[in-house]
C-alpha cells in the first residue's frame, strides 16, 4: 500500500514541478514574445483586412525586383564609397601599380587579418556558412586580378604565427578587449599582432624581391572600448610607446619590406588616426595609402585603387597629429572618479551610476581647431601660440612638428587647380561660392572643392576657430585638361559663433570674413593667410604638393555684427555643464589669448549638493496634479488616417499642430501607451487602438546588425507572403548579413554626398527587404580625441563633415520610408564608463562642436528618431535633458522627430520617469526596469494615472512617434478597412499545451495519491 | 530522528541546498526578491516538517519544497534572459552569467533530490 503511495506522491511532485517551472517559463516567454517573434517569424497581430482587398497598400516600393539585385547594388556601392574614400597620403609615383607586370608581396600579418570594422553592436558582420563572401586583404587583391606572393601568404596562414595573431572576442583579427558594461579598470594591454624580424627566414624573404610591398597597418575598433596611450603591446617580444604609434615588430617589417622590394607602399587599415610622421619623412617609403575599415566589400575598392582603375579623390577627416596625445583634448581623456564614488565608499551608489566624470577642457579646440588656430597664431604672433607648453619637442610649438597630415588632405594621380571664383553669402538666406577646377595632370580624376570660412577673431572676444569646414562640392570625373566649375552651397548660420558669456546668442561679429578652398583644412587657411597678410613668408606647408594661393582665398566683410539673425528662441542652456559653473575655478579651458591654459587634468571632483540632484537621480517625481487626460476614447480614427496618399505613395501626414492628433491620441489605452514608452526595445509596441502594428529596428551604420538579428528574412511572417518584398528563409540571400557598408570614416572621407545619399536609399531599400522600419544610424559623435576605439562608427572630428554627411544619408533613407534614427545626442567621447558618467564642457563647444553635428539632420527633419546617449551632460542623463531635448532640438532647431535612450543600461539613472518628464521618448528595453529600483511603469498606473503633467507628457513623446511612423514603410500593408487580430503563436500553443497537460497529471497524481493516503488511513 | 525515512534526508539535503542557493544568489548579477522568498520558504517548510513532526506535512514536502526549488530556478530566469542573451551573442563575457548558472544548477539539483525523495519512504513505520 505504502509502496503505491509513494509512487503516486513521486509522480505528483515531478509533475507539480514541472508544472510550476513551465507556468514561470510562459511567463518569462510572454514577457519576451516580440524577442521571440522576431526569432521564430512568428507573430501574435495579424492585420486583417474587412474590405474587398483591392487597395494596393505598399507605399514604399522596392526599385529591385528581388533580393539578390538590392544585395548586389550594395556591395557595388560598398566598394564604390571604399574607393572613392581611400585617401593617398604620399606617392612618389609609385602608385598605381601595373597589374600585368607587377607582382605584389603583401607584408603584415595583419595583412592576412585585417580589420573590416569594429567589434560588437553596430559593427560589421557576414555569414560564411550562408556562402556570403567577405573580402579581406588577400582576397580583394586575387579577385582585381593582381598577382600576390604566395610564400607570404603561406608564412602568415602557416601555425608558426598564428600565436601572434591579434584575438580578441572570438574573432582573429581583433586585438582589443570590449567591456560591454563600463570599464572600471584601466584596459592595459593591447597587441598590435605583428610577427618578429627572426620568422622572416632567407626563403622568405628571397621571395619578395623585386615584388612590390605593399606593408599593412592596422589598427582595431570596437564599441565598448577604447585605447590608452599607457598601454602596453603584449605580442610576445614588441614594444610601442604608444598604442597608436608603430611597434617595433611593424618597424622592423618594413625596413626588411625597404630591402626586399622594388617599391614600398604602407597601406593603413584603421579608423583611429596613427603616427606616421616617419613614414612620410621616409623617402624609402615610396607612397602611403590609407583604407581606413572599409567593411565586408570595400578592400576591393581600395585595390581598384592601388591599381588605378580609380583614381584616389578620398580626404581624411581626421587630423593626424605626429604625436597622438598633443591635443589639449587628451589631458582629460579616460577615468576620472568622484570623491564620493560608490567604489571609494562614498555616498553614490551602485544603482545612481554616477562614479565618473570627464572634463572636456579644450573648449571648442578639438581636431584641426586646435592644430590650424594655433599655427595661426603661431604666424601671427599672438596668444603665446609658439610657447613649450603643448609642444610636443619640448621646445617652442610649431606646425611641422605637430602635424603629419591635416584634416580633408589627400592626393590624386593627376594634378588639379582649384580656384575660388566668388562667393556669395545672404545672412538668413543662403550661401554659395563658385568654385573652377581643372585637372592639370593626365590622368582622369575626381577633384573635392572644399570650402572653409575663418570668422573675424579678435582677443579677449568670443572663441574662434582660426579655419571651420562650411561645405564641399566634387567634380565628375575630369579628364585630363578638362575644367569644371562646381558650385559649393552651404548654410551661413554655420559661419556664426556661439556666444555663451550673457544670455546666449548666435553672432556674427562686424569684419572680415576669409573664405577659402585648398587641398585640405591647413592649405585652406594658409591662402586665407596669404590672402590676409599679404605675404607667404613664414607659412608652412604639410608637404611639398602643398600650394599656397591667394587667389583661392576670398574676403567678405560683415559691416555691423549680428547677433539676432540666428538667435531666435536661443538662450543658454547648457551652462550647468560647465563644471566651473558648478564649482568655481575646477578647470582653465584652452583659449586663443593664451595657449599655455587649457591643458589642465581634473583628476579630483566632489560633487556639490546640486550636483548630487542628478548624481541621484531625482530631478523628477510623481505627483497627483491636474484633471487628468483622456485615454480610450473611441473617435473613430487610425494613424493610417492621417496619411495623406497619392498615386499610391505616402506624401504627407496631418499638420503637426492639426487637432486631429489630439483625437488620436485619445483613442489610445493609458496600458498601450505605458507598453510603447517603457517596452521601446527590439521593436517598436504595436497600438492596436489605432492600428499600429508592431514595427521593428535594429543598429546600425554598417547596415541592419547581424549579431542581434540574423539575416534578411527573420522579421517575416506567413502572414507576409504577398508582400513584394518578402524573403523565405529558403531564399538564397535570407542569412546574408546586411552590414556589410565601410565604416563612417571611409564613407566620410569621399566627400561625395551624391555617394552617401545613395548609401541612405539603399539602406532604406534594405529595411524593405528586411522588414525593419528604423535603422540606428549613422553614427554622429565626433572624433574628440584619436583614442576612443568607436571612432570607427563615427564620420569625424569635425562638426560639419558629421552634419552634412548626417543630412545626405538620413535623406536617401527617409526617401525609401526608413526612420533614420542618429546616435547618440550627444557628448558620448569615449567609452570607458560610458554609462551615467559625468560630460562637463563649455556651452560654445557643445553647441559648435557636438550638437552642431546632429543640427543639420535634426533642424531638417530627415531624422525620425535621435538615439541618446548612455552619458550625463553635467549631472543630468542626457535622455532626460529637457534643456537638450526640448529646448535646443525642439524649440531652436524645429525638430519634429522621437527620441529614444540607447539600451537601458543602468535603469535608475535612465529611468522612463525622468526620460518622460523631459520630453524624451522611449526606453530601449524590454525588461530592465524589472530589475530597478523605481520598479516598471506598469507597476507605477496608478500613480501614473494622477499625474496629468506627467501623461501629457507621455502624450507628447508617443505623437512625435506616430508623426514620424506615419511617414515611415510601417504603414506598408495597412489602409482604413483593416484591423488587427491577435492569435497566440505555435510556440505559445505548445507551451500551454505543455501546462495543461501537466496540470491534468498534477490533478490525477494528487488524486490518487490522497486516496492511497486515506486508505493507509483506513488501514 | 529514528522515524525518519530516507525520503525524508534527501529533503534536508535539499533544504541545505537551498541554504546554499541562498548565497550564491546574492551574487547573481540581477536579482528577484520572490527568488529569495521561495528558496526561504523551502527551508522554513523542512523546519517545520523537522520540529513539528506532523504527519501530512511530512508526507507532502517533497512535493511542496520540489514545487518550491523548482519555481525559485525557472522563476530566476525572468530578469537574466537580457543578460544571457548578451554572452549568447558575444556581447559581453561568460563570467557575468558563472553565478547565475551555479544558482540554476544547485535550485535543479535540489528539485531533483526532492523528485527522488517523493518515491520514498519519509518515515519509517513502526
Redesign the interface.
Known amino acids: 500500500m ?1 509502496k503505491r503511495k ?2 503516486w ?6 509533475s ?3 508544472l ?3 507556468c ?2 510562459l ?2 516567454a510572454n ?2 514574445v516580440g ?1 521571440i517573434n522576431a526569432r521564430l517569424g512568428t507573430t501574435n497581430n495579424i492585420v486583417v483586412d474587412t474590405g474587398d482587398g483591392s487597395t494596393d497598400t505598399i507605399y514604399y516600393k522596392s526599385e529591385f525586383g528581388t533580393l539578390a539585385e538590392m544585395v548586389k547594388a550594395k556591395q557595388a556601392l560598398a566598394e564604390e564609397i571604399s574607393s572613392e574614400g581611400a585617401v593617398l597620403f604620399k606617392n612618389n609615383g609609385a602608385l598605381p601599380l601595373n597589374i600585368s607586370s607587377e607582382k605584389v608581396t603583401l607584408w603584415g600579418l595583419n595583412s592576412h587579418f585585417p580589420t573590416l570594422g569594429g567589434m ?2 553596430s559593427s560589421t558582420g557576414f555569414n560564411a556558412e550562408a556562402g556570403q563572401p567577405a573580402y579581406g586583404i588577400e582576397e580583394a587583391f586575387v579577385e582585381r586580378g593582381f598577382s600576390l606572393n604566395q610564400t607570404m601568404i603561406d608564412l602568415y596562414s602557416s601555425d608558426m604565427v598564428l600565436g601572434y595573431a591579434r584575438r580578441g ?2 574573432q582573429t583579427g581583433h586585438g582589443l578587449s570590449p567591456a ?2 563600463a570599464t572600471y579598470v584601466n584596459q592595459s594591454e593591447y597587441p598590435v599582432g605583428e610577427i618578429p624580424a627572426s620568422l622572416y627566414t632567407d626563403d622568405i624573404l628571397s621571395s619578395a624581391d623585386d615584388t612590390a610591398a605593399i606593408v599593412v597597418i592596422s589598427r582595431d575598433s570596437s564599441e565598448a572600448a577604447d585605447y590608452y596611450p599607457t598601454e602596453k603591446n603584449t605580442t610576445e617580444g614588441d614594444s610601442y610607446e604608444r598604442p597608436l604609434a608603430l611597434s617595433d615588430y611593424e618597424r622592423d617589417m618594413i625596413a626588411l619590406a625597404k630591402e626586399h622590394s622594388t617599391k614600398v607602399i604602407v597601406m593603413i587599415n584603421a579608423d583611429n588616426a596613427l603616427e606616421i610622421e616617419e613614414l612620410k619623412n621616409d623617402s624609402d617609403i615610396d607612397a602611403i595609402l590609407w583604407a581606413g575599415e572599409p567593411g565586408l566589400y570595400g578592400f576591393l575598392g581600395v585595390a581598384d585603387v592601388v591599381s588605378g582603375a580609380v583614381n584616389p579623390s578620398g580626404h581624411i577627416t581626421d587630423t593626424y597629429a605626429a604625436n597622438s596625445t598633443s591635443a589639449p583634448a587628451m589631458a582629460n581623456f579616460g577615468m576620472y572618479e568622484y570623491t564620493n564614488s560608490s567604489n571609494q565608499g562614498g555616498n553614490l551608489t551602485e544603482t545612481n551610476k554616477a562614479d565618473w566624470y570627464l572634463v572636456e577642457n579644450e573648449g571648442i579646440y578639438v581636431g584641426y581647431k586646435y592644430y590650424e588656430t594655433r599655427y595661426e597664431d603661431v604666424i601671427l604672433g599672438q596668444g603665446n601660440a609658439d610657447s613649450s607648453v603643448g609642444a610636443t619637442q619640448g621646445s617652442n610649438w610649431v606646425y611641422e612638428d605637430e602635424v603629419t597630415y591635416p584634416f580633408g588632405y589627400g592626393l590624386s594621380y593627376t594634378t588639379f587647380e582649384q580656384k575660388l571664383e566668388n562667393v556669395s553669402v545672404s545672412v538668413g538666406g543662403e550661401g554659395t561660392a563658385t568654385v573652377s577646377v581643372k585637372n592639370t595632370g593626365s590622368v582622369a580624376g575626381k577633384s573635392v572643392a572644399q570650402l572653409y570660412v575663418q570668422a573675424p577673431y579678435t582677443n579677449g572676444g568670443i572663441e574662434k576657430s582660426a579655419i571651420q569646414l562650411i561645405g564641399f562640392a566634387k567634380t565628375s570625373v575630369l579628364e585630363p585638361g578638362a575644367s569644371e566649375t562646381v558650385t559649393v552651397s552651404f548654410d551661413p548660420q554655420y559661419m556664426a559663433s556661439y556666444d555663451d558669456s550673457g544670455a546666449g546668442a548666435w553672432v556674427l561679429d562686424a569684419g572680415d570674413y576669409y573664405f577659402a578652398v585648398g587641398n585640405g583644412a591647413h592649405e585652406a587657411l594658409n591662402n586665407v593667410l596669404a590672402l590676409k597678410t599679404g605675404s607667404k613668408d613664414k607659412l608652412v606647408s604639410t608637404t611639398e604638393e602643398d600650394v599656397i594661393d591667394p587667389e583661392c582665398a576670398f574676403k567678405w566683410t560683415l559691416s555691423a555684427k549680428d547677433d539676432t539673425t540666428y538667435s531666435e528662441n536661443v538662450e543658454n542652456q547648457l551652462q550647468f555643464a560647465d563644471i566651473n559653473t558648478q564649482i568655481p575655478g575646477t578647470v582653465t579651458y584652452s583659449t586663443r589669448s593664451d595657449w599655455t591654459l587649457g591643458w589642465d587634468t581634473v583628476d579630483s571632483l566632489t560633487p556639490t549638493d546640486e550636483m548630487m540632484v542628478g548624481l541621484t537621480n531625482s530631478r523628477y517625481q510623481l505627483t497627483a496634479n491636474g484633471d487628468g487626460v483622456s485615454w480610450g476614447v473611441d473617435h473613430g480614427i487610425q494613424l493610417i488616417d492621417l496619411v495623406t496618399i497619392e498615386d499610391g505613395k505616402i506624401t504627407g501626414v496631418a499638420d503637426f499642430t492639426d487637432p486631429v492628433w489630439d483625437q488620436l491620441l485619445e483613442e489610445i489605452t493609458l496600458d498601450e501607451a505605458i507598453q510603447f514608452i517603457e517596452k521601446g526595445g527590439d521593436d517598436i509596441e504595436n497600438i492596436d487602438s489605432i492600428l499600429l502594428p508592431r514595427a521593428y529596428e535594429n543598429d546600425g551604420p554598417l547596415g541592419f546588425t547581424y ?2 538579428v540574423a539575416g534578411y528574412y527573420v522579421r517575416w511572417t506567413n502572414s507576409d507572403k504577398n508582400r513584394p518584398t518578402y524573403v523565405s528563409e529558403k531564399d538564397e540571400y535570407a542569412n546574408w548579413s546586411d552590414n556589410v557598408m565601410p565604416t563612417e570614416p571611409v564613407v566620410a572621407a569621399t566627400f561625395n554626398t551624391d555617394l552617401v545619399t545613395r548609401q541612405g536609399e539603399l539602406q532604406g531599400e534594405a529595411a524593405l527587404w528586411t522588414k525593419e522600419t528604423g535603422v540606428i544610424a549613422p553614427g554622429m559623435n565626433l572624433h574628440r580625441t584619436p583614442y576612443n576605439a568607436r571612432n570607427h562608427e563615427y564620420y569625424s572630428e569635425d562638426s560639419m563633415m558629421t552634419n552634412i554627411m548626417g543630412v545626405a544619408v538620413t535623406s536617401g533613407m527617409k526617401s525609401k520610408g526608413l526612420q533614420a534614427q542618429p546616435k547618440h545626442l550627444a557628448f558620448n567621447h569615449q567609452e570607458t564608463n560610458r554609462s551615467g558618467m559625468s560630460t562637463f564642457l563649455k556651452e560654445q563647444a557643445a553647441r559648435e562642436n557636438e550638437l552642431r553635428g546632429f543640427q543639420g539632420a535634426m533642424s531638417r527633419n530627415t531624422a525620425a528618431t535621435v538615439m541618446t546617449a548612455f552619458n550625463r551632460i553635467g549631472t543630468q542623463f542626457v535622455g532626460a535633458s529637457e534643456e537638450l531635448l526640448i529646448n535646443i532640438a525642439r524649440n531652436e532647431w524645429g525638430y519634429t522627430g522621437a527620441f529614444v535612450t540607447d539600451m537601458i543600461n543602468g535603469a535608475d539613472y535612465m529611468n522612463w520617469r525622468d526620460i518622460t518628464f523631459a520630453g524624451g521618448g522611449n526606453a530601449l ?4 526596469y ?2 530597478s529600483e523605481i520598479g516598471t511603469m506598469a507597476a507605477s498606473k496608478s500613480a501614473i494615472a494622477k499625474d496629468t503633467q506627467f501623461q501629457k507628457m507621455m502624450k507628447s513623446n508617443i505623437k512625435y512617434w506616430l508623426y514620424n511612423l506615419a511617414q515611415s514603410n510601417a504603414m506598408n500593408g495597412l489602409s482604413n478597412t483593416m484591423e488587427i487580430k491577435h492569435v497566440s503563436t505555435w510556440w505559445q500553443n505548445t507551451i500551454y499545451a505543455a501546462v495543461a497537460l501537466f496540470a491534468v497529471l498534477t490533478v490525477a497524481g494528487c488524486t490518487l495519491y490522497i486516496k492511497e ?1 486515506r486508505k493507509e488511513g483506513n488501514e | 530522528m529514528k522515524n525518519r525515512g530516507i ?1 525524508f534526508y534527501l529533503t534536508l539535503v535539499a533544504c541545505a541546498l537551498a541554504l546554499i542557493d541562498i548565497f550564491v544568489y546574492t551574487s547573481v548579477m ?3 526578491t520572490s527568488v529569495f522568498v521561495l528558496l526561504v520558504a523551502v527551508i522554513a517548510v523542512e523546519c517545520a516538517a523537522f520540529f513539528l513532526n506532523n504527519k501530512i506535512l511530512n ?2 514536502l ?2 511542496v519544497q ?2 518550491l ?3 525559485a ?3 530566476s ?3 537574466m ?2 543578460q544571457i ?2 554572452v549568447i ?5 561568460v563570467d ?1 552569467i558563472t553565478s547565475f548558472i551555479a544558482f540554476v544548477v544547485i535550485a535543479l539539483a535540489g ?1 531533483i533530490l ?8 519519509q518515515t519509517n ?1 513502526a
Not at chain 1, 506522491?9 to 515531478?14: F, I
Not at chain 2, 551573442?89 to 563575457?93: E, F, I, P, V, W
Not at chain 2, 526532492?114 to 519512504?121: A, H, N, R, T, Y
Request: hydrophobic letters at 45%.
Open positions: 505504502s509513494n509512487v506522491r513521486g509522480v505528483t511532485g515531478v507539480a514541478s514541472l510550476a517551472m513551465l514561470a517559463g511567463n518569462i514577457a519576451n524577442f560588437i553592436g572576442f572570438g560591454f558594461t549579431d542581434q528595453t524590454t525588461s530592465a524589472e530589475t493516503l | 525520503g540581477y536579482k528577484m508526507e507532502i517533497p512535493i520540489g514545487v526549488l523548482g519555481l530556478a525557472a522563476h530566469f525572468y530578469v534572459v537580457n542573451g548578451y551573442a558575444a556581447l559581453d563575457t557575468t528539485t526532492c523528485w527522488v525523495s517523493g518515491f520514498l519512504k513505520e
